[in-house]
């Protein structure tokens, strides 16, 4: 009975096959195409050699942020979507995360051979549809000091979807933190929390009148110069420039525009336990400037943290081109 049952379903599935000529099964999200010996690589080496393609087969040449082991790193691929990463010999699940329009994607365990490159090619799949309105926020980290090694646990409340998190919000973060700001969660460290997602930050017209332009060339010196006045420590000013930088370099020049604490709140507010002594957030809005008249923005007043006591830290950003529209208008 079973052969009868499965002849007449093969004969129709070759039908519609044969009818449908682009018909195929969808690409998995990841798969090991070739581990060849590298003469180049020293002892106790191994190299993972990735093509990153989106869901219609084409290269992806946006940054991809991945973590492994514990571990966090963003890629750089090149046109061809290809990007390298040097690893140790050893069994590593990589999570490979693009954008919040496509799937994360975690590998089994993969054992990286000394003296080998491994192939990998991701496809990332479609996940949701951003809407018009919102911006892909990027790269908001949480910095949190007590006074003393202590219990805490923060909430967030995102305008829109929250996407990559790391370490892993599962209802909330609950961890212990140290003065000096480690983060001790799960049994293993860190500097600070992350997470991203989409977002619909509001910027009035006349809001957006006040901000920054800034030629290319004078991004680190401007932020260098902007985030002291805003009390951030040497280490998260290093944190925001090296990775906002290379990316807004890319353009000429860039309008900048930060939104801080309360107006920061409409975007993503968070409620920690304990309450801190003081909380500084910081949000900066960006877009390209080719066709923005530099006469008609003016410099925007800097608001500065304070840190006495129990302190919480924040700073993340989008580039979002509704906020350059109304200096763009004809």
């Known amino acids: 009975?079973?052969?009868?049952?499965?002849?007449?379903?093969?004969?129709?599935?070759?039908?519609?096959?044969?009818?449908?000529?682009?018909?195929?099964?969808?690409?998995?999200?990841?798969t090991v195409t070739?581990?060849?010996?590298?003469?180049?690589?020293?002892k106790g080496e191994g190299q993972v050699e990735f093509t990153f393609l989106d869901s219609v087969g084409h290269p992806v040449t946006d940054s991809?942020?991945?973590?492994?082991?514990g571990k966090e790193k963003t890629l750089w691929p090149d046109?061809?979507?290809k990007a390298e990463l040097g690893l140790r010999g050893g069994k590593y699940v990589l999570v490979l995360f693009l954008n919040t329009l496509y799937q994360e994607i975690t590998t089994d365990s993969l054992m990286i051979r000394d003296g080998y490159t491994t192939g990998i090619q991701v496809n990332f799949q479609p996940a949701s549809t951003l809407?018009?309105?919102?911006?892909?926020?990027?790269?908001?980290?949480?910095?949190?000091?007590?006074?003393?090694?202590?219990?805490?646990?923060?909430?967030?409340?995102v305008n829109?979807?929250?996407?990559?998190t790391y370490p892993q919000y599962v209802n909330g973060w609950n961890f212990t933190a140290d003065p000096n700001g480690t983060i001790h969660m799960n049994e293993k460290e860190y500097s600070y929390l992350f997470w991203d997602g989409i977002t619909y930050p509001q910027v009035s017209a006349a809001d957006a009148r006040e901000g920054f332009i800034v030629e290319k060339d004078s991004l680190v010196s401007f932020f260098e110069t902007k985030l002291t006045a805003m009390n951030l420590t040497p280490r998260e000013r290093q944190d925001f420039i090296t990775f906002w930088c290379p990316i807004m370099q890319e353009h000429e020049k860039c309008y900048v525009h930060f939104l801080f604490n309360e107006e920061y709140d409409a975007v993503a507010s968070i409620n920690v336990t304990p309450e801190p002594d003081h909380m500084f957030r910081m949000f900066m809005l960006w877009n390209d400037a080719s066709e923005v008249d530099a006469s008609s923005v003016k410099d925007q007043k800097m608001e500065s943290a304070v840190r006495d006591?129990?302190?919480?830290?924040?700073?993340?950003?989008?580039?979002?081109?509704?906020?350059?529209?109304?200096?763009?208008?004809?």
């Open 160 to 164: 829109g979807e929250l996407g990559f």
């Open 64 to 69: 991809v942020r991945m973590s492994f082991n």
């Open 79 to 81: 046109k061809t979507g």
């Open 309 to 330: 006591g129990f302190t919480i830290v924040e700073w993340g950003g989008a580039q979002y081109s509704e906020v350059t529209k109304t200096l763009t208008a004809k």
């Open 131 to 157: 809407r018009s309105t919102g911006a892909f926020t990027y790269k908001p980290v949480l910095y949190v000091y007590p006074e003393s090694t202590q219990q805490v646990s923060i909430q967030l409340n």
């Open 34 to 42: 070739h581990c060849t010996p590298n003469n180049h690589l020293h």
């Open 1 to 30: 009975m079973k052969k009868l049952f499965w002849i007449p379903a093969l004969i129709l599935l070759m039908a519609f096959d044969v009818e449908n000529k682009e018909w195929d099964l969808p690409e998995p999200p990841w």
